[in-house]
DNA sequence: CGATTTTTTGCAACCGGTTGCAAAAAGAGG
DNA sequence: CCTCTTTTTGCAACCGGTTGCAAAAAATCG
């Protein structure tokens, strides 16, 4: 039972549209009848409707945020950073668990019956179709962390994976390592099978080299870890590049519980620069991914679209680097 | 531009209450006018606003989702079980993100202001006034892991800390530890004020023991990292109850780097049975919270809540036990 | 088959706001 | 003080749905 817009216009013996004008921004009011109505207001506690609004306004300043990745503890600085933003510029987020679900069109369905202004898939493993299929149903969509494509359908904001699997496999041969594997996130993730195709190809262009790579079956520790685990029990290569730094710090776990050490006996190089990275007893050497850079530039380019909607997709992507720490072997 | 009723009521040539009708369930519509409004629905690809019908039914399925700790990874694990058992009822979180907004008006506003069904207070460390603002709002809400009440003002589900406490000490004790501290969670967190004060509490209870405490400034891997290094620059007592997990992985760390050993030098007893508590290089001695009752429980008040919006405030609280493993040195 | 009951349908008002338009009020200028 | 502008205000229609009520249609029954 909230104060409507019509008790105060009574309370303050005025126009239901004086009372909602002096609610809106940029409309003509003056002085007199805008502290007449904020008084009646404010004895009565009224606070405007939203979604009453957003009907004919066609804003509800809603944005969906949709993710499928509740097991990275970098998607909870990503949630952080991303619900902040939102709130910032006065947006809220309307979150959405794709964990089981992942036929777009239901999640399109939902994301238009709540009438957003605009949609943010925030993963590194759902399909560029994916996204589309909400630029197709006419919601603005900005896909972070997603895949790079020179040619994008939808504006993407991220780093360029091909690229970082490229570095990880020139950084490990400097290194003088041999015997060299990938150990990935999950196969269907993009962000896998880009950082896979471009530590191959870089690899192939080196001679002499022993290469493997299997895939854990999802971005978390415990994956790392049980991957980790089942390799060790065959003959282990000489480096990893994990698929990112959780799969790399749950393959440390696996590889100390099995009494060998790194970077003696095994070299990890992960993906991400994740706060623990630094700790002094994981102190992983990995790729740094500038995060806040794609969570920030990935909301400016929502706020941008709507107020131009048919915006023309671009790529927005972000380098990479290095961050040597302690779980290779040094340069020789 | 999204397809209206109107749109398919004249396609289908009935009237709109007719389209309103079949798309409401419990509303009496003949099977033949259910398909012909069905058809043109789908030839138009028709769904119905979800906010538009929350004028008149009073009912957004929006719930609040409010949380005020992104930097401690067993609340990921809390926003997947949340967002999961909310959709699965058919209910929207709106997330909020309380890190710097601490007052409860703010958010009790915003909340109204789209409508929200009901709110969840997800957070161990807000005091019950916090929801209690809600409540005054009229808006239905539950406190997660909130402070354990017997006289309740507000729904609370959550585990009882000041037990927890008590239960962390009489295991120090048992174990023969004689120098027992405490390194809580902030200061101003309930839940930290609980578990300080079951803990002494009964470590008051002991004769000869000699205690100290103090305290991180969040709940977060680098403040425990941070608070046990400078415990460690001073003369550290023999064992520590940790606030909870993060805090005690992290302290693990600092531990490990000063070259000290666990549990052969210090001991650690820590709160969450978070999933990395189980690997076997941290191999953590703590105290299960059962965080899946606490979520589905809360849901399942919530949604009660939504058909009797002033039920009885109730405390639901989950017991808690020990979880054994190799921080702590074993019973003498 | 007609009368009676039950089900289905449409009308119109309403939910809580916004907004184009014209009338009313205020200000400017002579 | 009277015009002419400019600003402020209220009316009424509209946003996209829902719902009580009464009329229309269908079903039941003797």
Redesign the pocket.
Known sequence: ?????????ERA?????????T??DG????????R?VEKAARDLG?????????????RTKLIGLISNNFHNPIFLEVFDLFTRALQDRGLRPLLVNLSDETDPQASVRMLRQYSVDGAVVASSTLPPGFSKAFRDAGVPVVHSFGRYSSTPQVHVVGIDNVECGRMAARTLVARGYRKIAFLGGPESATSTQDRYSGFFSELGAHRGLTTSYSFADAYSFDAGRREMLRLLRAAPAEAYFCGDDVLSIGALSAIADSGLSVPEDIGIIGLNDMEMARWENINLTTIHQPIRQIVTSSIELMVAMLDEPDRYPEARIFPCSIVERGTLRPLC
Request: hydrophobic fraction near 40%; avoid cysteine.
């Open positions: 039972m909230p104060v409507t817009l019509k008790e105060v216009a013996g005025v126009s239901r549209s004086a009372v909602s004008r609610f809106t409309a003509s009011v003056s002085d007199k009848m805008r007449k009224y606070s405007p409707n939203a979604l009453a609004s957003s009907l004919t306004t066609g």
